[in-house]
């Protein structure tokens, strides 16, 4: 796979996977528990590594950006399977920083699981594994409350910053998406390299705002049942 092929599956995933795959696994969830919550319990039981993976998502993004981990949790209850992350609130500087962190799990799985569907014919492992593989990364892509609680008392706590820095990431969106309806009528070939480009561009800039005088405190993430 050619480092342009990854980089078009990584915006394919972007703009319609991740949507797709979160509507899918919420509406899903969703449904079963309504027809039967014994089936949704097992479910939840079988995708037992989809919430281990949903934490290691969070505490990665949390090693990138330097935030310390004070605390991995995994429960097995009667009602499902559940786990969170405590980290220290003061490290989270930033929006960017808390999205990345909060979202972690729906970007990364979300492209594992896109990933997987596209190498399914060549991967020399059997169906079953290649299924259960599936199901994992697509019950482990879930947003949990405690990640949307998490990122909201992020934004809360500097909400001028917060307005500035999802400024400064929509800028380069709205750029790169000028260029694509602007640049056949110029004559210019679409550049997949300019449209990666833009789209993390205002991400980085954002990320490189930082603020050190926030209260020291902890903040938990996790993955409900």
């Excluded at 990854?6 to 797709?20: E, K």
Aim: hydrophobic residues 55%.
């Amino acid at each position: 796979m050619t480092l342009d092929v990854f980089i078009l599956l990584c915006l394919v995933d972007a703009l319609v996977c991740i949507p797709f795959f979160l509507i899918a696994s919420l509406g899903l969830k969703a449904i079963i528990r309504r027809v039967n919550k014994d089936a949704a319990r097992l479910l939840e039981y079988i995708g037992f590594p989809g919430v281990v993976l949903h934490e290691l998502c969070h505490s990665l993004m949390c090693r990138l950006f330097g935030i310390p981990v004070t605390e991995h949790r995994i429960k097995v209850t009667n009602i499902g399977v559940s786990g969170s992350v405590e980290v220290e609130g003061k490290a989270v500087h930033t929006f960017t920083a808390g999205f990345l962190v909060c979202f972690a799990p729906l970007y990364l799985l979300s492209l594992a699981l896109l990933l997987l569907l596209v190498w399914w014919p060549f991967l020399a492992i059997h169906w079953a594994l290649k299924l259960y593989l599936a199901y994992s990364f697509f019950i482990g892509l879930r947003v949990s409350g405690d990640d949307v609680r998490f990122l909201a008392k992020v934004a809360g706590k500097k909400p001028r910053q917060t307005l500035l820095e999802i400024g400064l990431i929509l800028l380069p969106v709205i750029l790169a998406v000028l260029y694509i309806i602007g640049a056949p009528l110029l004559g210019f070939g679409f550049s997949i390299w300019f449209f990666a480009i833009s789209l993390v561009g205002g991400t980085l800039i954002s990320g490189a705002i930082w603020s050190n005088q926030q209260p020291r405190q902890r903040e938990v993430l996790g993955s409900s049942n």
